[in-house]
């Protein structure tokens, strides 16, 4: 199964989003922030970059993780991403597209694609990242929710 995280730039949301779901940061607490500005990739792609999907690894189950930015075309990318991948006859059961788009908080939109375009990237980084600790526990439900359907879906 291949799982595609999305969100606007793909370097926050999403991918601490993926980072739960792999262990990579606990569904029990919010993180320290040093921990999610230290995850791999976190804030690290280039604009031109997004929309690239970001492989994350793999889960225990074997699902491969991926995180991927759509900006404002929240529906156009992955329907684009469905088509392709049903061009290729790869089956739905295989792949799932799961939005993050509604858990970005606004500090995290103005942080993460704003600032940054301006030049204040450092600023924008920690607006972004505190952002991201105020929706945590919606992101961890999420994953939760994800990893659930994933064990009541049969193919």
Same mark, same amino acid.
């Given at each position: 199964?291949? /799982?595609?995280?999305?969100?606007?730039?793909?370097?926050?949301?999403?991918?601490?989003?993926?980072?739960?779901? @792999?262990?990579?940061?606990?569904?029990?607490?919010?993180?320290?922030?040093?921990? /999610? /500005?230290?995850?791999?990739?976190?804030?690290?792609?280039?604009?031109?970059?997004?929309?690239?999907?970001?492989?994350?690894?793999?889960?225990?189950?074997?699902?491969?993780?991926?995180?991927?930015?759509?900006?404002?075309?929240?529906?156009?990318?992955?329907?684009? /991403?469905?088509?392709?991948?049903?061009?290729?006859?790869?089956?739905?059961?295989?792949?799932?597209?799961?939005? #993050?788009?509604?858990?970005?908080?606004?500090? #995290? *939109?103005?942080?993460?694609?704003? @600032? $940054?375009?301006?030049? *204040?990237?450092?600023?924008?980084?920690? !607006?972004?990242?505190?952002?991201?600790?105020?929706?945590?526990?919606?992101?961890?439900?999420?994953?939760?929710? !994800? $990893?659930?359907?994933?064990?009541?879906? *049969?193919?």
């Amino acid at each position: 199964m291949y /799982i595609f995280y999305y969100c606007l730039t793909g370097v926050h949301t999403s991918l601490v989003t993926s980072a739960i779901h @792999l262990g990579l940061l606990p569904e029990d607490r919010v993180p320290p922030v040093e921990k /999610i /500005i230290n995850l791999p990739n976190y804030d690290r792609l280039a604009y031109n970059e997004i929309g690239q999907p970001c492989w994350m690894g793999t889960d225990n189950e074997g699902n491969k993780i991926f995180s991927i930015g759509v900006l404002s075309e929240k529906e156009v990318v992955p329907k684009a /991403i469905q088509s392709l991948l049903d061009l290729y006859q790869i089956p739905q059961y295989q792949y799932r597209l799961v939005s #993050t788009m509604e858990y970005v908080p606004y500090s #995290t *939109a103005l942080g993460g694609v704003y @600032l $940054k375009r301006m030049g *204040a990237g450092n600023l924008g980084r920690s !607006v972004a990242t505190k952002g991201l600790t105020r929706v945590y526990p919606k992101l961890v439900e999420l994953v939760r929710e !994800v $990893k659930d359907d994933l064990k009541n879906q *049969a193919p």
